[in-house]
C-alpha cells in the first residue's frame, strides 16, 4: 500500500509561516526523490522543492528559494517543508510526491518538465491573506 499524507496547512498572514508535513509509508518511502508541488485556482501544478533521498541533494523552485525549506526524517518516515516570509502568491494546494526514478525530479527541477511522479499525497491547501 502506497500512501502520502501531508498535514499542516492552513490560513496565515502574509509574512507569516507554516511547516508542512508529509507523513510516507509502504511502497512510497522506499522512494529515491521526494518534493513538494502546488496548484493554485486555475493554474498548473508546479515544482516547489525537492530532495534526493540519497545523498540530499535538493532543489528548489526559484520563486521559493531562501523562504523555502525541505528536509526529512527518516526516523519518523516524514518529509517537510518549512515555508517562511508567505506571499499570497503561495496560496494554494501543496501535494507530496514521491518516485523511484530519480531523473523525474531532476526533469521538473532543472528542466522545467511537468510533474511526473508515480505516487502523490491528496494535498493541504495553504491560504496566505494580504
Known amino acids: 500500500q502506497v500512501q502520502l499524507i501531508e498535514s499542516g496547512g492552513g490560513l496565515v498572514q502574509a509574512g507569516g509561516s507554516l511547516r508542512l508535513s508529509c507523513a510516507a509509508s509502504?511502497?512510497?518511502?522506499?522512494?529515491?526523490?521526494m518534493g513538494w508541488f502546488r496548484q493554485a485556482p486555475g493554474k498548473e501544478r508546479e515544482f516547489v522543492a525537492g530532495?534526493?533521498?540519497?545523498?540530499?541533494?535538493?532543489y528548489y523552485a526559484d520563486s521559493v528559494k531562501g523562504r523555502f525549506t525541505i528536509s526529512r526524517d527518516n526516523a519518523l518516515n516524514t518529509l517537510y517543508l518549512q515555508m517562511n516570509s508567505l506571499k499570497p502568491e503561495d496560496t494554494a494546494v501543496y501535494y507530496c510526491?514521491?518516485?523511484?526514478?530519480?531523473?523525474?525530479?531532476?526533469?521538473?527541477?532543472?528542466?522545467?518538465?511537468?510533474?511526473?511522479?508515480?505516487?502523490w499525497g491528496k494535498g493541504t491547501l495553504v491560504t496566505v491573506s494580504s
Open positions: 510526491a514521491a518516485d523511484l526514478a530519480t531523473w523525474k525530479l531532476v526533469d521538473v527541477a532543472i528542466g522545467g518538465a511537468r510533474p511526473n511522479m508515480d505516487y
Open positions: 509502504g511502497r512510497a518511502f522506499s522512494s529515491n526523490v
Open positions: 530532495i534526493r533521498l540519497s545523498g540530499g541533494i535538493i
